[in-house]
């Protein structure tokens, strides 16, 4: 990086503007600071933004809107970091459906912050434009062999619709496989792509982890349909993954 | 003390009971004094008219006795034979003399029917089967003596008399029964209607019908359960406001905390915010929990929950925790899984707080599925066992001693429970520690 990555901070609350511009500075940012829409866009006009960080809750046009907005702006590509007040899992799939590419319930520490926009960057920047979350060809439903895989609720879903869920590490681990399909990954880059978030979290080996995706996936060790042993080399996902219709889980109507 | 013991041992303690008791003790009471007087009257009645008429009947009976020859006497005597009485020729059987009063007015209605010209002597002789026999012995005016011998009047009662009077008895506790039913019912479903209102104010209204007064409690009852159940939702939309309000101070502090140079003051004063901000969440969480148990917002969709549970364990092993699974369920499941979830994290939360070791175990019950969460924390004394599942319960003992806590941990995972048609068993382990079963309706 030979030039600090642009920061727009969008944030009605002017001290936590002021906090925020003042760390991120502090750890080799360019910020600007915007109280909202209207400011934002008019700091998109005047230069390049790195990354958004975007209040959810914010007076007049919210988080949600202007996530949308930018989306179908010629700033589409520009990463959103979405700043949510509430940690529930449906604000989550919200945001995220409305194309941020990540987010951070508030109150948080600066120094996670300033992890996740690393990690946001990091991400953006190393993914093939048609796999990046927010821009058009987004896929929110992928499929592979029998299974199709939400990667907006984070779940897997089987032939017959029902839902299967995955653990934090299993998925991120599930992910990184079917955004890098055919390829042979070792053991370290499979660590080091799924840390993207609670990296201290992460200790456990990958191959517990592979065991624990196929037995997820019905898949047999001796013959995996899905995630092969390269052996001395790592694992390489092998089915092909396609973007799916974005058919959801089986909903069954009101109380059942 | 004696009459209070008494009347506590024959008192009963319904009030179904108790007006059953005044009602037929009263009606009884009352129903037996007028039979009483009835009777009574009656006796007075016929005893007036037999004397009367034995007046009447002695006078013509003596007439006929002087104007008959004395040979024809003897053959007159059969004719003048009534039920009551009889006449003999002749002294007569002697009793002893009686001054009884009934005696005194038999002997003054004769005496007065035939003329002083006869003198009346009355004797009394106790017969054991009869009863007593009156006799009374005069002369006719040739000097021959004549005997009436009268015997008491029968005042039996006809047989269907008592059947009658238990039937009439039958009838009024019959009828006592109903009116005390019909009383006391209302009252009975107002008490059960009260006993429904916890946990979630969900209660249907009581039916504003029937008797006035019973129309009107049911009307007031069900006003009163409609203000109860704004004051909660007026609690909750506070603690969730406030709460929500407290957030951005609170991330304020936590990034000026974060600028602090003094690590012990800003560790301190970190651990403070965070205490903080998860009472906050807890009061968003509750708030949003009865939301989703007044009106789900998750759909429902089939499961594998087997899964479900494997990646809630695993996220927890992840984190370094000792959380183990147990059994399975071996089926899809349909329910709401992010509800579900929220359910089982807070309740392996809490398992957390309280004993180092969780165990989940999952077992198919008939149309339902068991999940316990259990530890081997200190549990719960018996019996707050209900009482942890109110809002801002906390239970008094070392289970809160280090974490404080808002008190409405378990009350939000009984919220989400109601909200999944399910139902929260709490229970204490034996050799200690609390087990939380959710059950939740199992078709798949």
Known sequence: ?256 | MKLAAIRSHWWPYSLFGRLTLILCVGLVAAHTLSFGLILYEKAQSSKAMMIYYLGKDVASSIAILERVPPAERASWLGKLERGRYYYVLGAGPQGRPSQSPLCKEIAAVVSAAIGPQYAIKTTVMDHALRGPQLNLHLALVDGTPVTVVVSPPDMAISPWVPVILTLQLAILALFTWLAVRVAARPLAQLAHAADMLAPDMQTAPLPEDGPLEVARAAAAFNAMQRRISAYLAERVQILAAVSHDLQTPITRMRLRADMLDDGMQRDKMLADLAAMQALVEQGIAYARSQNQAQTPDEASCRIDLDALLRSLVYDYQDAGQTVALHGQFGQPLISRPQTLRRILSNLVDNALKFGREVEVHVQPAANQVAISVMDRGPGIPQEQLSAVLQPFYRVENSRNRETGGSGLGLAIVQQLTIALGGTLVLSNREGGGLMVSLLIPAKS
């Not at chain 1, 529930?88 to 300033?114: C, H, N, Q, W």
């Not at chain 1, 996740?116 to 990091?122: D, E, H, S, T």
């Not at chain 1, 079917?178 to 840390?195: F, G």
Request: hydrophobic share 45%.
């Open chain 1, 1 to 256: 990086m030979d030039q600090a990555d642009h920061i727009l901070i969008v944030d009605d609350d002017r001290d936590i503007r002021e906090l925020l511009t003042a760390y991120l500075q502090k750890n080799g940012f360019k910020v600007t600071a915007a109280a909202n829409g209207r400011q934002m866009r008019a700091a998109l006009e005047v230069g390049p933004i790195d990354l958004i960080v975007l209040d959810l809750m914010l007076p007049g046009e919210d988080g949600l809107v202007l996530c949308r907005d930018l989306r179908a702006s010629d700033n589409r590509a520009v990463p959103i970091l979405m700043l949510t007040a509430r940690s529930e899992e449906t604000d989550r799939i919200v945001g995220l459906e409305m194309g941020a590419d990540d987010y951070l319930s508030k109150p948080f520490a600066s120094r996670e912050l300033v992890a996740r926009i690393r990690a946001v960057l990091r991400r953006t920047r190393m993914l093939p434009p048609n796999m990046r979350v927010g821009s058009d060809e987004a896929a929110p439903m992928l499929a592979f062999g029998d299974w199709r895989l939400d990667t907006v609720a984070r779940h897997l879903l089987d032939a017959s619709g029902t839902m299967v869920m995955l653990s934090g590490a299993e998925y991120r681990l599930l992910q990184v496989f079917v955004e890098h399909p055919q390829r042979v990954l070792s053991r370290d880059q499979l660590l080091n792509l799924t840390q993207g978030r609670d990296a201290e979290l992460f200790d456990r080996s990958i191959d517990l982890l592979v065991s624990r995706l196929r037995q997820h996936l019905l898949d047999d060790a001796r013959e995996p349909r899905y995630i092969k042993t390269v052996r001395n080399e790592g694992y390489v996902f092998s089915a092909a993954v396609t973007p799916a219709v974005s058919a959801p889980a089986v909903v069954t109507g009101g109380m059942a």
